[in-house]
């Protein structure tokens, strides 16, 4: 029977992994050509608009970013990378239990010889190779770009790479908390909107945390605090120890939200679909 959870549960998700990977990849190239008709000086002369008193929100200093690599790293916090990475871990994560429940399938399923946990194991372990599949498609795409475009300057991919893993242990991160939600709610979009809800809300609590001195303690209280892409690829000499915090809270914080569904579920009583 596991078989079949497997076998369902990649076939539960791999058109939208495949429409993202590929909308990744190519708008990751598209990225670096529209990079490359911009000149490092117009790049410079934009970053300069920038007023100050917003320069907090930017993860590293203006004149890391006025370098090819520093443009390029704007690719992995980009609204289109985001907003792909944030649909897979809201859909996967809220389809794992909920949206079960809220089609009505999950009592036939949970009539099968199948344990609770690995109804919910199983699609935890496909949607998380799914968030490395994404997360290496956007450096995939950056890499394409780089060897069919002629860039003004030079790139290291090898440098982008911590970007990339940061960008996963964010999306592992977010879809265990839908996970989360999704173990004790029996309806999916209730689901997609609460942790779409927490989501902007932490964005808005970093925001805060940076923007006003006195609060740079609510950075505790979100997790996307821990998410430094940029940060991670353009400052080298702090990225061993800095990648291991980051990318540890993330991965650490998204494994206790497994967890926590776990036992949820195990416990639970599955209602009649709506």
């Known amino acids: 029977m596991s078989l079949?959870?497997?076998?369902?549960?990649?076939?539960?998700?791999?058109?939208?992994?495949?429409?993202?990977?590929?909308?990744?990849?190519?708008?990751?190239?598209?990225f670096v050509w529209l990079m490359s008709l911009l000149k490092i000086g117009a790049w410079s002369s934009l970053l300069s608009l920038v007023p100050k008193v917003f320069q907090p929100l930017i993860d590293v200093p203006l004149a890391d970013l006025a370098t090819p690599t520093g443009q390029l790293s704007v690719l992995y916090v980009h609204v289109i990378t985001m907003l792909v990475c944030v649909g897979w871990a809201l859909g996967r994560g809220s389809d794992s239990i909920s949206g079960e429940i809220d089609r009505g399938t999950m009592d036939l399923i949970l009539s099968l010889p199948v344990r609770r946990v690995s109804v919910m194991a199983i699609p935890a372990v496909v949607a998380t190779a799914g968030a490395a599949v994404l997360a290496g498609s956007v450096w995939v795409g950056t890499w394409l770009g780089v060897m069919t475009v002629q860039l003004h300057?030079?790139?290291?991919?090898?440098?982008?790479?911590?970007?990339?893993?940061?960008?996963?242990?964010?999306?592992?991160?977010?879809?265990?908390?839908?996970?989360?939600?999704?173990?004790?709610?029996?309806?999916?979009?209730?689901?997609?909107?609460?942790?779409?809800g927490l989501f902007v809300v932490s964005m808005i609590i970093k925001m805060v945390a940076r923007l006003w001195k006195a609060g740079a303690w609510l950075k505790y209280l979100s997790f996307l605090s821990a998410f430094q892409p940029q940060e991670l690829i353009l400052m080298e000499t702090s990225t061993p120890s800095v990648a291991l915090r980051y990318n540890g809270t993330l991965l650490g914080l998204g494994l206790i939200c497994y967890l926590a569904a776990a036992i949820v579920f195990t416990r639970r009583d599955i209602p009649a679909a709506r």
Do not use: E, H, Y
């Open 4 to 30: 079949a959870l497997w076998k369902k549960a990649v076939s539960d998700s791999w058109l939208q992994l495949a429409v993202c990977s590929t909308l990744l990849v190519l708008f990751s190239w598209i």
């Open 153 to 196: 300057g030079d790139v290291s991919l090898r440098q982008l790479l911590p970007g990339a893993v940061n960008l996963f242990a964010m999306t592992f991160c977010l879809t265990g908390i839908t996970t989360l939600f999704s173990s004790w709610s029996r309806d999916r979009w209730r689901t997609i909107w609460m942790t779409g």
